[in-house]
Each structure stands twice: as C-alpha cells, then as structure tokens.
C-alpha cells in the first residue's frame, strides 16, 4: 500500500514535470510567435516609410519640374516683352520718318508753288 502510495506520487512528480516542460514549449513557441510578427510589423513600418519617402521625392521632383516650367514661361513672356517694345520703338521711328519725310515733300512743293508763282 505504502509503495502504491509512493509510485503514484512519483508519478504524479513525473506528470507535473511533464505538464511544466509542455508550458515551457508552449511559452517558448509564443514568444517566437510574438518576435516574428513583431519583426513583420517592423518591416511593414519600414516598407510604409520607404514608400513614403519616395512619394515625398516625387513630389519635390514635381515641384522643381514645375518651377523650371514657370521660370521658363517667365522667360518667354520677358523675351515677347522685350520684342514688343522693340517693334513698338521700331514703328515709332517709322513714323518720325514718314512724317519728316512729309514735311520735306510738303516744303518742297511749297517751294515749288513759290517759283511758280514768282
């Protein structure tokens, strides 16, 4: 009887033993768990930081490609400027000369009158 006794205790020992080597696996298996999705979430956030860093570089090479594009266009209007005032000063000149040229037509047939009326 007192052997009986014994042998269930040493089995019971052996059970327990067996239950906590089972907990230890299990506790072990749950934390490798937990270490990988924690390292799957650690390269997610890096892939969503990379992608966002690229969507900011894009956006920057947009801006710049749109300030070259404006500089551009300010460069055309201030060349169409100047051209127009060119042109502007051109018929100008063309006009004192027309005009000049006018009055010397309108002097000499004056002149012209002038003779023939002498």
Known sequence: RESARQRERVRARQGERVRARQRGHARETER?????T???HAR???RAH???TERERAR???RER???TESAHERLRERARETESEQSTQRERERVRDRESARETQQ???RETE???A
Not at 32 to 36: D, K, L, N, Q
């Open 32 to 36: 490798g768990h937990a270490r990988e």
């Open 108 to 110: 000499g047939c004056t």
């Open 38 to 40: 924690e390292r799957g």
């Open 60 to 62: 920057e090479t947009e």
């Open 115 to 117: 003779r023939e009326s």
């Open 50 to 52: 990379a992608r966002e």
């Open 44 to 46: 997610e956030t890096e």
């Open 66 to 68: 749109a300030r070259e």
